[in-house]
Every structure is written in structure tokens, then in C-alpha cells.
């Protein structure tokens, strides 16, 4: 495991910029072109590509499925030019891809790197999640609460109605009893129809998205990934693990997890220092998509480091020759 005295990520972090920004252009070319397996594609080889550059000794924990699933970015697979501290990687090279074929907003290319050891193997399964902004008392909410429950604990906290408190949530037919019981309290509700990440993401900027609480369920990977920038951006998440089946049990025992009721927290998924990079492909409400013109084609880039709390929205204009 890298001592963290080891694990340079105030260096290490505009390289995993150039990273999500990589795959962030590779897939531009796919945006509202309705082949969602071509642009998923595109950016995993970018991304690939760019990670190889850096000097890490990388482990994909949360990435593209088994080995026998995919070809690239596969978990297991060992990423970097083979020198610097050993770290675990978690990627997403576009979530969203349907959003991408379709070209609605909210794409985004998203990575995060902690030292080895650090990050939660969530297996490809469902995790029901709950995530709030910084600011509040420790556990003011949680999994064990019902959604009327979480808003009017959410409402007392800030001092206001129920109605005042607005919830992102994923629109799915598993979600409408959910969606029903949040109307009821009198809550706003912003469905979105693919990339929790962004939605959870969106809770720990508030006065940006105005959004206060993000529940539902969806998938574990991005549920690391979605815990690694609340860690860097401050505020609290919860997730358990859903499983449907012994194959899904099997799944999480190969990724070592033996406990299958147990709820995690954000630094339970989370253990130690991160940096994380998010890199827009469609416009959205966290970062504007990439932006092609005759002479330039340019990101946006939201990077984040745990360790100190920074943010940066980095804008990169790459000349096009």
C-alpha cells in the first residue's frame, strides 16, 4: 500500500485533468449521433491512453466491468507507466452515454485516484444512495429514514418548510413510490434521466444547482465515484448495497465484501485523501459541454482534491491543426 506521504496529489492532480479532458474530446465527435456503444468506446480509449502516461502504478477498482467484460479499463487492470506511488483508480469514461447519443445535457467524462487500498471495490451492482451538502450536523439523515422523514429532518436543519427543500432523484418505475411520498411533503423534485454521479455532485453546490438531497438507487461504481467528490467538495452520503440475485452475492464476495447489510459512508467508500476530475461532454448544470470551433476545441474541467478542499474549474482550449 502507498504511504500517503507518497501519494502526491497536488502533482498528480492537472494530470488526471489531462485525463478526463482526453476522453472528453474523443467522444465529442459522438454527441447526438445515437451510437451510444461507439462514444463509450472513444473515450475509454482516450482515457486509457492518457493514464498510461502518468507515473502511477494503477489499479482499476471501479471501471468498465470483469475482465471478460471488457476489453479496456477492465477492474484488475493495472493502468500508469509503471513508476510513482501505487493507487486505486475509479473511472467512469462517460457517464452518460445515453445522454451523449442523444445529445442531452449532464455527459460527463469522470475520474478519481486515491493511494492503493483506498477506495471501496463496489461490484456492479444497484446501491440505494443518499447524499446531502455540507454544512449540517453529522447523520441528520439517513438510509433508515423514510423519504418524508429525510426531508422534514433536511427542512428542520435549515429552518424552513418542506417545500423549500428540493431532491434530485433518478427517474426509473422503481423510483415512483419514492417520487410520490418526496411530492407529497410538498419537496421539489429534479428527475434526471441518466448520471448520478452529476446528481449526487449536485447537492454539495446548492446555491449552484438548487438542489439539498440526492436518494434513490443506482449503480455501486458510481457510487464511489459520487463519494470521491463529496469527500473533496464536503458533505455526507450513505449507500447500502441492493442485490438480486447469488449472482450479484458472488460478485461482492470476489470484491471481498462480506457484510451484505452493511451501509457505508462517504469515507467508508472513500478512505483516504482523493483527487477527482470531471470533464464535460454535453452542456450541463455542473460543467458546459465541450465546445468545437473552426480553429479550437474547448472543456471544461471541475478538479477537486480532498486534502485541501480546492476546487478548480479549469476551461482548456486545444488549437485544432
Same mark, same amino acid.
Given at each position: 500500500?502507498?504511504?500517503?506521504?507518497?501519494?502526491?496529489?497536488?502533482?498528480?492532480?492537472?494530470?488526471?485533468?489531462?485525463?478526463?479532458?482526453?476522453?472528453?474530446?474523443?467522444?465529442?465527435?459522438?454527441?447526438?449521433?445515437?451510437?451510444?456503444?461507439?462514444?463509450?468506446?472513444?473515450?475509454?480509449?482516450?482515457?486509457?491512453?492518457?493514464?498510461?502516461?502518468?507515473?502511477?502504478?494503477?489499479?482499476?477498482?471501479?471501471?468498465?466491468?470483469?475482465?471478460?467484460?471488457?476489453?479496456?479499463?477492465?477492474?484488475?487492470?493495472?493502468?500508469?507507466?509503471?513508476?510513482?506511488?501505487?493507487?486505486?483508480?475509479?473511472?467512469?469514461?462517460?457517464?452518460?452515454?445515453?445522454?451523449?447519443?442523444?445529445?442531452?445535457?449532464?455527459?460527463?467524462?469522470?475520474?478519481?485516484?486515491?493511494?492503493?487500498?483506498?477506495?471501496?471495490?463496489?461490484?456492479?451492482?444497484?446501491?440505494?444512495?443518499?447524499?446531502?451538502?455540507?454544512?449540517?450536523?453529522?447523520?441528520?439523515?439517513?438510509?433508515?429514514?423514510?423519504?418524508?422523514?429525510?426531508?422534514?429532518?433536511?427542512?428542520?436543519?435549515?429552518?424552513?418548510?418542506?417545500?423549500?427543500?428540493?431532491?434530485?432523484?433518478?427517474?426509473?418505475?422503481?423510483?415512483?413510490?419514492?417520487?410520490?411520498?418526496?411530492?407529497?411533503?410538498?419537496?421539489?423534485?429534479?428527475?434526471?434521466?441518466?448520471?448520478?454521479?452529476? *446528481?449526487?455532485?449536485?447537492?454539495?453546490?446548492?446555491?449552484?444547482?438548487?438542489?439539498?438531497?440526492?436518494?434513490?438507487?443506482?449503480?455501486?461504481?458510481?457510487?464511489?465515484?459520487?463519494?470521491?467528490?463529496?469527500?473533496?467538495?464536503? *458533505?455526507?452520503?450513505?449507500?447500502?448495497?441492493?442485490?438480486?440475485?447469488?449472482?450479484?452475492?458472488?460478485?461482492?464476495?470476489?470484491?471481498?465484501?462480506?457484510?451484505?447489510?452493511?451501509?457505508?459512508?462517504?469515507?467508508?467508500?472513500?478512505?483516504?485523501?482523493?483527487?477527482?476530475?470531471?470533464?464535460?461532454?454535453?452542456?450541463?448544470?455542473?460543467?458546459?459541454?465541450?465546445?468545437?470551433?473552426?480553429?479550437?476545441?474547448?472543456?471544461?474541467?471541475?478538479?477537486?482534491?480532498?486534502?485541501?478542499?480546492?476546487?478548480?474549474?479549469?476551461?482548456?482550449?486545444?488549437?485544432?491543426?
Amino acid at each position: 500500500m502507498t504511504p500517503l506521504s507518497d501519494f502526491n496529489d497536488r502533482m498528480l492532480s492537472l494530470g488526471l485533468a489531462r485525463v478526463s479532458e482526453a476522453a472528453a474530446h474523443a467522444s465529442a465527435d459522438l454527441i447526438g449521433r445515437g451510437d451510444e456503444k461507439a462514444a463509450d468506446q472513444a473515450a475509454v480509449n482516450a482515457m486509457r491512453d492518457q493514464l498510461n502516461k502518468l507515473d502511477i502504478r494503477g489499479t482499476v477498482v471501479i471501471g468498465e466491468g470483469e475482465r471478460d467484460e471488457a476489453p479496456m479499463l477492465f477492474i484488475g487492470e493495472e493502468v500508469g507507466a509503471g513508476t510513482g506511488p501505487e493507487v486505486d483508480i475509479a473511472l467512469d469514461p462517460l457517464e452518460g452515454t445515453t445522454l451523449t447519443a442523444k445529445d442531452m445535457p449532464n455527459a460527463l467524462t469522470v475520474i478519481a485516484m486515491a493511494p492503493r487500498g483506498s477506495l471501496l471495490h463496489a461490484p456492479d451492482v444497484y446501491m440505494e444512495k443518499l447524499a446531502i451538502g455540507p454544512g449540517y450536523e453529522k447523520d441528520i439523515v439517513s438510509l433508515d429514514m423514510s423519504p418524508t422523514e429525510r426531508i422534514e429532518a433536511l427542512a428542520r436543519a435549515q429552518g424552513v418548510e418542506p417545500k423549500n427543500i428540493a431532491v434530485c432523484i433518478l427517474d426509473r418505475p422503481r423510483h415512483e413510490d419514492m417520487i410520490a411520498e418526496v411530492r407529497s411533503t410538498g419537496a421539489k423534485i429534479r428527475l434526471i434521466t441518466d448520471g448520478d454521479v452529476a *446528481g449526487v455532485i449536485h447537492c454539495a453546490e446548492p446555491d449552484f444547482t438548487g438542489i439539498d438531497m440526492y436518494m434513490g438507487s443506482g449503480g455501486a461504481p458510481e457510487g464511489v465515484l459520487a463519494a470521491s467528490a463529496l469527500k473533496c467538495m464536503g *458533505g455526507q452520503m450513505w449507500g447500502k448495497l441492493l442485490f438480486r440475485n447469488d449472482d450479484e452475492r458472488g460478485r461482492a464476495r470476489k470484491a471481498g465484501i462480506t457484510d451484505f447489510d452493511k451501509i457505508y459512508t462517504r469515507d467508508d467508500m472513500v478512505r483516504s485523501d482523493v483527487i477527482f476530475a470531471a470533464t464535460g461532454v454535453t452542456d450541463g448544470s455542473i460543467v458546459k459541454g465541450v465546445k468545437r470551433e473552426p480553429t479550437y476545441i474547448e472543456t471544461e474541467t471541475m478538479l477537486m482534491r480532498s486534502k485541501t478542499g480546492s476546487l478548480r474549474r479549469m476551461i482548456y482550449r486545444n488549437p485544432v491543426r
